[in-house]
């Protein structure tokens, strides 16, 4: 009876020892995305759906030579260690430790299953983000006999070669964008200094170059946005036309207020000032249709009276210049000299050192000369000289205004001096700016064109090659 109970209770022993190596044979640990599978005996090769259909060979270095040079069996060794995603370069053995992985571009994440013999802890093999296109993974593995081994994979993204830009926005102003167009305009106003666009493209991993903090000159900058793909060889290039605009800030009137006859028309001009302001349209009209019109850049005497002439902004209705136009039938006349009102008014054709007194018998009016600073010349002994100013008056009213020219005299002293002739070099060289009064006297040839001819016409007289610049 009791031999029966001894074996009662070794048959029960057997029955236990058998179930746990039944339920431990095979021990499986699952990470996120990832497996490890620990076999509690020496395996053969693993046929699940998750290994089977594996490109790569796998080899089980399971016999090593102890220091007797015998072959013993190992138990604690790497199976196959299997990338979620991608194909490795090298087929995986065991007992090489760093791989070349190539996985697509469009791969975001990347884990590891690992088949493996007397496992004790397995890092490195779980799913993570994969941002760059050059990334190392490195698999730490510990063994149940104290051993450790490390696997090291380089992660190699494929770049993509998509450069498209889906959208521009501009920091200032609208840019209506689509596929397709290359070149784009933008304008933007006069305090704008700096523009930015910021350019959404097709692929997140593209780099955008030339779109932040782009200084801009007045007028045209033309700014180049380049989408570099990912493959750093596709290149999308979109050309922006920054048109910086420049305010307008004032409106010189090229001519004084004006004394004209009736049926008489006046040329007139104004300069913009800047003069690259992008604002350059100007309003020009009379307070008075009926006494002055303006008509073709012209202003023409209908009837007596006084009328201002208005030059307005278009863009900057504040800034209105008047020119006061005062339309009699009296001018200053002359049998002897040549008198010109076109966009200046001027008397031409006395000689060099003519004096006041000279002078004034040709005038049929009775008329006062100033100089160029308005002092009223009274010494009838002084020289005329280009740039006084001869006047009439009606009931101490001024009626008709004339400057003086004298062909030649570049200075205003009357004289032709070699002094004159530098100046004229100087200005047909560009060297120096010249008044209207001045430029009258420094075409001697009379054709409207100030060139060299008139420099050595003026040179000639100085010789005495000729006696007269009229």
Request: hydrophobic share 35%; glycine share 6%.
């Amino acid at each position: 009876m009791k031999l029966k109970r001894i074996y009662y209770y070794v048959f029960i022993v057997l029955i236990l020892v058998c179930l746990l190596v039944y339920l431990g044979k095979f021990k499986e640990t699952y990470s996120k995305n990832s497996k490890v599978v620990m076999l509690e005996e020496k395996p053969s090769i693993v046929e699940s759906d998750d290994i089977k259909n594996d490109v790569h060979d796998i080899v089980v270095d399971d016999e090593v030579l102890d220091e007797n040079s015998e072959i013993i069996t190992r138990y604690y060794y790497v199976e196959l260690i299997k990338p979620s995603k991608g194909k490795l370069r090298t087929s995986f053995r065991n007992n090489i430790y760093e791989y070349d992985l190539d996985i697509d571009k469009d791969v975001n994440s990347l884990g590891f299953d690992l088949v493996g013999y007397g496992l004790l802890d397995v890092n490195g093999i779980d799913e993570q983000q994969i941002d760059e296109y050059e990334t190392k993974r490195i698999i730490n593995i510990s063994f149940k006999d104290g051993s450790n081994l490390q696997y090291v994979f380089n992660v190699h993204k494929r770049r993509s070669n998509d450069a498209s830009i889906r959208s521009i926005k501009s920091s200032y102003g609208v840019i209506d964008y689509f596929d397709g167009k290359s070149e784009y305009e933008l304008v933007v106003s006069d305090n704008i200094k700096k523009v930015s666009f910021d350019v959404e493209t097709n692929d997140a991993l593209a780099i955008v170059k030339g779109n932040k903090d782009i200084g801009i000159n007045y007028g045209l900058n033309r700014v180049q946005i380049d989408v570099v793909a990912q493959d750093e060889i596709t290149i999308n290039s979109v050309i922006i036309n920054v048109i910086r605009q420049k305010e307008i800030k004032d409106i010189n009137v090229l001519c004084d207020d004006l004394l004209i006859d009736i049926g008489d028309e006046v040329s007139f001009g104004y300069e913009i000032v800047p003069s690259d302001s992008s604002f350059r349209d100007v309003l020009v009209y009379s307070d008075n249709n009926d006494i002055v019109r303006i008509e073709d850049n012209k202003i023409t005497g209908v009837s007596y009276g006084s009328v201002s002439v208005h030059f307005v902004s278009n863009h900057n209705n504040n800034i209105d210049k008047v020119i006061n136009v005062v339309v009699t039938d009296k001018k200053i006349h002359s049998d002897r000299y040549d008198i010109y009102r076109d966009d200046f008014n001027y008397i031409i054709g006395l000689e060099p050192e003519t004096k006041v007194e000279d002078f004034i018998v040709n005038i049929n009016d009775e008329v006062r000369l100033f100089k160029s600073n308005g002092d009223e010349i009274v010494d009838g002994e002084t020289i005329i000289g280009t740039g006084m100013v001869m006047k009439k008056y009606i009931d101490n009213d001024e009626v008709d205004t004339l400057t003086i020219v004298v062909r030649g005299d570049l200075t205003g002293n009357g004289y032709v001096l070699m002094s004159d002739y530098t100046k004229a070099n100087n200005y047909i060289n560009g060297t120096i700016e010249l008044e209207i009064p001045f430029l009258k006297a420094i075409d001697v040839t009379k054709d409207g064109i100030i060139d060299k001819d008139d420099s050595k016409m003026i040179y000639d007289y100085l010789l005495m090659k000729i006696n007269s610049l009229n």
